[in-house]
């Protein structure tokens, strides 16, 4: 079994205080999927790294995306056509490197009557996509009769239909990624720490020499000096900033994006769909697993930023969206299982609608040396680790003659993602079923193992390995493979809250909502246990999560 165990629960306190020792090279503040990206290249070039966030890694918007690498289509509208070959060729860089959780999947585009595409304009927009990203011939683009479009979806409304086109999208799960870049970044050296809150900067003749920052769970606080800092703090980034007294120039600009997830039993797509909504507008449909989530809206959002909100009518402008496109299915706001809202990051551009603005990165420079950078897509968060960790390396060779390797990330397989083979899917299925062989005397379903791979890769051997121990123990399936997987968040993970496993570390909360109630009060005691709290923080804890899973569910039905 690998040695995933320097990213435990359990070192947390040991690594702030190693952080605070130093001596570092680079202090990042930032916890998501591009501060995770910055520590794991930084690492890989033999820079001594610190990372800081101040509340679970990726609980900000690296948890609350639409859940795709996109290959930038929409950008072609905007004639972004750099952005489009930059993204199209990185998703192929993310799939190489984490093929467990980044996958494709095959989108139907519906073309219809009065929209706002034509099928000419289409065709030629995706030859140029195909094109500009770089895009993989067996997943090129091919336009649909509107008889081929129905036959694929029958739930597209056919009336309304004048053709279609089919083409790829990648999948992926936004808050495992960003976990596994982490522990790809902590094999190599990086100290990663969630729930630490940089409270200020420090400063030697004017120049940033670091932060002062607090332990949000203990109290303590801890210097950690570094002769460059990294504001990578995704929405948070103009707090720090204006912290550093450097808000000068372009600011960001706060968009609102919410999810709905329905059961497949009341929305049975076949495919992924990318539809018109009538107002210029496009909103995905997705299935996963037996449910089917849709999103996005796209609203400015200038309200709490640790909290964003579902309203109603958030939900109900996606429920329209839906009954629009595929009347037969007839949903309400009632129907919803689960909601997640999140807020991008954008630059600020005068006088441009939320879905006008350009989702490139910008990296800000401060007089007194922070670098901030801010805006950018999932999708290219390899490449923004790479600009800014270029700058770094710069800066401190320019200071110390120091030499250091040049950036590897493009080759580096995330954690979970070292398969010795091509990653095709076919290849993915006979390595689960091989490793399922192994491990099904224990009882689990092929399905439920399955949801497993393709959630932890081949550190799926770490589970089955306690999984196995637990069952000897005392040979209930359901019970050894839910402690298996806490063991694993608590222990490889650094999971140090419900909340945590149930939305973070498996996604339960969004796509099996309905399997929390069951394996609620045993995640507690099993992680109670292992974290040694008390009875007061084990219902403090359950408190907690109980109020988040409202939010989930419930909240957004009252008008």
């Not at 922070?370 to 790479?386: F, N, P, Q, W």
């Not at 637990?470 to 050894?480: G, I, L």
């Not at 974290?531 to 009252?558: D, G, I, R, V, Y």
Request: charged letters at 30%; glycine letters at 6%.
């Amino acid at each position: 079994m690998k040695d995933n165990l320097k990213f435990s629960a359990q070192k947390r306190k040991s690594i702030i205080e190693k952080m605070s020792k130093g001596p570092l090279d680079l202090l990042v503040i930032g916890g998501g999927i591009t501060g995770a990206g910055i520590a794991l290249d930084a690492a890989l070039r033999g820079l001594k790294v610190g990372l800081v966030e101040k509340s679970d890694f990726a609980s900000g918007t690296s948890s609350r995306s639409t859940k795709l690498v996109h290959g930038g289509l929409r950008y072609l509208e905007h004639l972004e056509f750099g952005l489009v070959h930059e993204v199209g060729r990185e998703r192929e860089i993310v799939h190489q490197n984490a093929p467990h959780i980044v996958i494709p999947e095959k989108m139907i585009l519906p073309i219809v009557k009065n929209g706002s595409l034509g099928s000419f304009t289409t065709s030629i927009g995706l030859m140029l996509y195909d094109y500009l990203a770089g895009v993989k011939k067996s997943e090129h683009k091919r336009m649909l009769t509107r008889e081929e479009t129905v036959q694929k979806e029958p739930l597209i409304d056919s009336e309304m239909l004048e053709s279609g086109a089919l083409y790829y999208e990648y999948k992926t799960d936004d808050s495992r990624l960003t976990i596994e870049a982490l522990k790809k970044a902590v094999e190599y050296g990086a100290l990663c720490v969630n729930y630490v809150k940089a409270e200020e900067f420090t400063y030697a003749d004017g120049k940033i020499t670091g932060a002062l920052v607090k332990d949000m769970l203990s109290g303590e606080t801890y210097s950690i000096n570094a002769p460059e800092t990294v504001n990578a703090a995704g929405i948070w980034v103009d707090e720090l900033r204006l912290m550093d007294k450097s808000k000068k120039g372009k600011t960001l600009h706060h968009t609102k994006g919410i999810h709905i997830v329905v059961p497949k039993s009341k929305f049975n797509l076949n495919h992924a769909i990318y539809f018109d909504v009538g107002d210029n507008r496009m909103v995905f449909a997705i299935p996963r697993f037996n449910v089917v989530y849709i999103g996005t809206t796209d609203t400015n959002y200038q309200e709490n930023l640790d909290k964003p909100t579902v309203t109603y009518e958030d939900a109900d402008y996606l429920v329209k969206a839906i009954n629009r496109i595929a009347p037969t299915a007839n949903l309400n706001v009632d129907d919803i299982e689960s909601v997640w809202s999140g807020v991008r990051p954008l630059i600020h551009e005068d006088g441009k609608d939320p879905s006008e603005l350009s989702r490139k990165d910008e990296i800000f420079y401060s007089e007194s040396g922070l670098l901030s950078i801010a805006g950018g897509k999932l999708t290219g968060y390899r490449i923004m680790a790479k600009k800014v960790v270029d700058i770094v390396v710069e800066r401190i060779t320019e200071k110390t003659e120091r030499t250091f390797k040049k950036c590897q990330t493009k080759k580096i397989k995330l954690s979970g993602g070292e398969f010795n083979f091509s990653p095709e899917v076919h290849y993915l299925i006979e390595y689960a079923d091989a490793k399922y062989d192994e491990i099904k005397s224990t009882g689990i379903s092929v399905e439920d193992y399955k949801k497993l791979f393709y959630r932890y890769g081949n550190n799926i051997d770490a589970l089955n390995e306690k999984a196995f121990d637990y069952y000897r123990e005392h040979r209930d399936s359901k019970k050894s493979w839910l402690q298996a997987e806490v063991w694993y968040a608590v222990n490889c993970e650094m999971s140090l809250t419900i909340s945590d496993y149930f939305v973070r570390r498996t996604g339960k909360i969004h796509f099996f909502v309905n399997e929390i109630p069951s394996e609620l009060n045993e995640v507690a005691d099993y992680m109670g246990e292992m974290l040694q709290w008390s009875a007061q923080e084990k219902e403090n804890q359950l408190s907690m999560f109980k109020k988040e899973l409202f939010e989930a569910t419930k909240s957004f039905k009252l008008k």
